[in-house]
């Protein structure tokens, strides 16, 4: 199994709603990364996990809040969003967090009214 | 990590080689070259990497010049799925690994 699978596809949620993105997979990799993508732009990083602990968070506002339950799961906890956090959210792992191949799913697409 | 410089888009006719160029040129000697594509609504998806030499996979294969200042990916025989954001990117890995990319160029492959 080398897929990394990302729940919801697709989710509308208004400001004052809370909810969370999922992202899950088998392949041993005890690194995990959340990233943003806007339209039409390269995606940029906002966490990684190592071994479960968070290693990077990129000067990600609070309203985003990372979990990584086992080495298996990573979730991101959203609230109070704003419509400019409108965006695809990419989850990706790889073997470990100095590996150089990432395997990323196919994102969440959130619009934020 | 070295900037990387890559034309915004190029096209392809279906089964010709496709190659697509990147310049690194202030790449330092322990940074590696890594290729990613996009394809519309999906993930990015690791095509190759290297450092010094010349590398090949079963996806495609990585021209890196001499004095690693540029590299050429080359997709030998381009089929209409090829049709994506190809990502030039260099990086030393090491801890705390951190894959930043840049624009890309938007290959299009036309029947």
């Known amino acids: 199994d080398t897929e990394v699978t990302q729940t919801p596809k697709h989710l509308v949620m208004g400001m004052t709603n809370k909810k969370s993105l999922k992202c899950e997979q088998h392949m041993g990799h005890r690194a995990m990364y959340w990233y943003k993508q806007k339209a039409k732009k390269p995606p940029e990083l906002m966490f990684v996990y190592s071994y479960e602990k968070l290693s990077i968070n990129e000067s990600v506002p609070s309203r985003f809040s990372p979990e990584c339950p086992n080495s298996s799961l990573l979730n991101l906890h959203l609230h109070a969003l704003q419509p400019e956090d409108s965006a695809l959210y990419l989850c990706?792992?790889?073997?470990?967090?100095?590996?150089?191949?990432?395997?990323f799913g196919s994102g969440t697409q959130l619009s934020v009214l | 990590d070295a900037k990387t410089t890559q034309p915004p888009s190029m096209d392809c006719a279906e089964g010709r080689a496709a190659n697509l160029p990147c310049n690194h040129s202030?790449?330092?000697?322990?940074?590696?070259v890594y290729w990613y594509r996009q394809i519309h609504s999906q993930g990015p998806q690791y095509i190759i990497h290297?450092?010094?030499n010349n590398e090949t996979n079963e996806m495609a294969s990585l021209i890196i010049t001499e004095d690693r200042k540029s590299s050429t990916l080359i997709l030998p025989h381009a089929t209409l799925r090829d049709t994506a954001v190809y990502y030039c990117i260099t990086n030393s890995g090491g801890s705390n690994y951190k894959l930043t990319f840049g624009k890309g160029t938007l290959l299009t492959v036309n029947p």
């Open positions: 290297g450092l010094k």
């Open positions: 990706a792992s790889s073997y470990s967090s100095s590996n150089e191949k990432l395997f």
């Open positions: 202030t790449i330092s000697g322990n940074e590696y």
